[in-house]
């Protein structure tokens, strides 16, 4: 049966090569300051070479990676990956397509599945269903018993079997008690505690940001003080009890100040942002779109240009895309009924490049995606150097192009990205023994 | 002629396409004084009044119209319909519009609810309110009923009392009046003003004393009971004793004001009853240009252009 629309048809990783030879390429691996040009062999999954490999008589497969950036393999430490529970959304095999297709080989999925990612066996379950994939799906823990904000998860047990940080992401800890115990527990296994920061006393049937434009708009605002009063509460408990607070996805100028003085300070608190916090504000929303319904909500240009002077000055340390698959059905209502959230694994390395590259170097927009998230992480890094297993994330820094619906790997499409002219493309990404090669 | 196919509010229409819209209705209030009240200029067309929130006034008025313009009508509300069984807006209305209809009056509790409609369907829509948004049809109307007593609007003032946040009838007054080169202010309680309102260029004050001198108007906007419940506010009775509009406030001013309220009125809240039923005051005049308002509104949507007969 043939529909009009055309799916992508399902795609696969490939089996890397015995003898590859990436020819040409600029190699940037910003954990060792290396910035060159030059070739890679990878042989049997390893790197064997880093430099000039004279291709004559070379009798693997070649690939010209002229004009083209190799890294290491990028991370996103942010993502829903829905499954258990909403395989109609996402599972962790379409996600991890999606990972890949974006220029990813590692992401973190967050807890809010159902049921929660809150016991040894769900962290077993998703460890085992993504074993054999080319993207290594690291999970993070509830940081509460079915995420309810009451118990902490017996988060020893999480770690052993493979959890690398506890959060009870989509929904604050309300109570500061709780807070407190999380991060003194957490800091015994020496894992990050990762907060959504909402005080949901003040966002009562709100749907946007708090501003002029909501005002404009007749719907409730969600204020930046509902985030800012939660994270400077964090804060404050992360240096009482030396634990590490992780700020998911900061959204505002003043939370931006609180995490730049806390960490002058030498408060254990490191924070990320989405893509779309530093690239759209809260004019968005005079559309209507419901892809442009989010949580936090997108702000205002004074917020954005904050996020952006927070990269560069390594306030803030990753960034990370949350990626929310919601079903085209759920989206495609009243703004007021439309779940908050948009997927962003795939047009994630675009944004950030597009938005960063006349204000940052190369270089430190990569670490934003590996070094810096796999030392939060606290997971070894994946390097360019011989001898290592090769992980990487090849892109096109000059390449023009639109995210399309149609190209996406992702089971969902709400992304308000569709259409928007992006500089900088993922290519290729090799982990495990396997690549794939971007369809976008 | 009009710029747009919809009307979805207020907000950004030009000042040439109000002043359109009221004058058309001029010509349309001069029928509603005719022994037989009717104009065959909608004849054919289906209009469908699509009200997922109740209401009375504004469904009443909308149905009058179309039937003055001899249009083939169909109601729906939510209670009746499959909303209950969980069927999306959108199955609904393209359910509808299958049916071959050409215009569509919707009332929803959600901002953006008409635009949605907009972006699917091929009818003409039309925003009868969309939660605390626009309710252009109710702006429109309280301004033809100034222009009406007071002549034209540039350089008047007026004053909208109340709960400004979540009144989708003040957001379309003040994007109409400021428009039309209208002095705005705003009056309530510092909880009931919406934040950064004064970039819309309207003066907010929260003294209602210090503006009766100073207006031409006050449109008093209903006091929802819920705001209360919800803490915004202490009390219904400190409400009333500070913003409440009263004879002897009114007198102590000494300055003619014409009294506007959008209805449904809370007698004895917002406003008093001598206040109300008083000579200053033109609410129901209000609700007989409603109809005006509609009239013109279904008329230049549906294309029309020449002058009625």
Not at chain 1, 70 to 82: A, F, K, N, Q, T
Not at chain 1, 398 to 422: H, I, V, Y
Not at chain 2, 143 to 162: D, S, Y
Request: glycine share 8%.
């Amino acid at each position: 049966m043939k529909f009009s629309r055309p799916t992508t048809s399902k795609k696969a990783f490939q089996v890397l090569p015995e003898r590859l030879l990436l020819r040409g390429g600029r190699l940037i691996d910003p954990g060792q300051n290396l910035d060159k040009k030059g070739d890679l062999l990878i042989e049997n999954g390893t790197i064997s070479a880093v430099g000039a490999v004279d291709p004559a008589g070379f009798d693997g497969e070649v690939l010209d990676l002229k004009g083209k950036v190799v890294s290491p393999g990028w991370i996103d430490m942010h993502v829903h990956l829905r499954e258990p529970g909403r395989e109609d959304q996402e599972t962790i095999e379409s996600g991890s397509l999606a990972a890949a297709n974006g220029g990813f080989t590692a992401v973190c999925c967050m807890p809010n599945t159902n049921p929660a990612i809150d016991s040894q066996e769900i962290i077993q379950y998703i460890v085992d269903r993504s074993r054999s994939s080319l993207v290594a799906v690291h999970p993070i823990g509830a940081l509460t018993k079915r995420r309810e904000g009451k118990e902490l998860t017996e988060m020893l047990d999480l770690v052993e079997q493979g959890a690398v940080a506890v959060s009870d992401d989509h929904t604050p800890v309300h109570s500061a008690e709780v807070m407190r115990h999380a991060l003194e527990y957490a800091r015994m296994v020496n894992i990050p505690v990762i907060a959504f920061e909402e005080d949901t006393s003040m966002t009562r049937n709100a749907y946007m940001n708090e501003g002029f434009v909501s005002t404009c708009l007749g719907l409730r605002g969600i204020p930046r003080v509902a985030e800012e009063t939660m994270i400077a509460r964090d804060i404050a408990l992360a240096e009482y009890t030396g634990g590490h607070l992780h700020v998911a996805h900061i959204s505002t100028r003043k939370a931006v100040e609180l995490v730049r003085a806390a960490k002058a300070q030498g408060v254990m608190v490191t924070a990320e942002v989405a893509p779309h916090h530093f690239t759209l504000t809260d004019d968005a929303v005079r559309s209507f779109d419901t892809n442009t319904k989010v949580k936090p909500p997108l702000r205002t240009e004074d917020d954005r240009l904050a996020l952006l002077e927070g990269l560069k000055d390594g306030t803030i340390d990753v960034i990370a895309s949350d990626h929310s698959p919601f079903a085209w059905e759920e989206k495609s209502t009243e703004f007021i009924y439309a779940p908050f959230g948009i997927i962003g694994l795939e047009s994630s390395l675009g944004l950030a490049l597009s938005a960063l590259r006349d204000t940052m170097p190369l270089a430190d927009i990569i670490a934003k995606f590996t070094i810096n998230p796999y030392r939060i992480l606290r997971l070894e890094a994946p390097q360019i150097a011989e001898g290592q297993a090769a992980n990487l994330t090849v892109f096109d820094p000059e390449a023009r192009w639109q995210p399309e619906a149609d190209k996406l790997l992702s089971k969902c499409s709400n992304t308000p990205f569709l259409g928007r002219t992006l500089s900088g493309k993922p290519e290729l990404v090799i982990h495990r023994g396997k690549m794939f090669k971007s369809v976008l | 002629m009009l710029s747009s196919r919809h009307l979805l509010g207020l907000d950004g229409m030009p000042a040439a396409e109000i002043t359109l819209l009221l004058d058309t209705a001029r010509s349309f209030r001069e029928i509603l004084d005719r022994p037989i009240k009717r104009v065959p200029t909608l004849q054919g067309k289906t209009v469908v009044n699509l009200f997922y929130e109740p209401s009375t006034r504004t469904r009443i008025s909308f149905e009058l119209a179309e039937k003055r313009m001899s249009a083939d009508i169909v109601n729906f509300s939510a209670s009746t319909s499959s909303v209950k069984k969980g069927e999306t807006l959108i199955d609904t209305v393209k359910n509808i519009e299958a049916m071959k209809i050409d215009m569509v009056v919707v009332r929803h509790s959600s901002p953006g609810a008409a635009h949605l409609l907009s972006r699917v369907l091929d009818a003409n829509i039309i925003n009868a309110g969309d939660g605390g948004h626009e309710h252009p049809t109710q702006a429109l109307l309280d301004m033809f009923t100034i222009r009406q007593k007071l002549g034209e609007l540039e350089g008047k003032t007026i004053c909208l009392v109340g709960d400004i946040a979540h009144s989708r009838v003040a957001l379309s007054n003040i994007f109409g009046l400021k428009a039309l080169g209208a002095r705005v202010l705003v009056c309530g309680p510092s909880t009931l003003i919406p934040r950064e309102i004064e970039k819309l260029g309207v003066e907010v004050y929260h003294n209602i004393d210090e503006v009766i001198p100073q207006t031409d108007v006050l449109n008093i906007l209903r006091i929802q009971l819920e705001r209360q419940e919800s803490g915004l506010f202490p009390s219904l009775r400190e409400y009333h004793n500070y913003f409440g509009i009263t004879r002897e406030r009114l007198e102590r001013a000494d300055k003619e004001v014409v009294i506007m309220h959008p209805g449904p009125m809370n007698r004895g809240l917002e406003i008093s009853s001598d206040v109300a039923d008083s000579g200053h005051s033109v609410i129901l005049e209000q609700v007989t240009n409603g109809i005006a308002i509609r009239m013109a509104v279904l008329f230049l949507l549906a294309g029309g252009k020449s002058e009625i007969q």
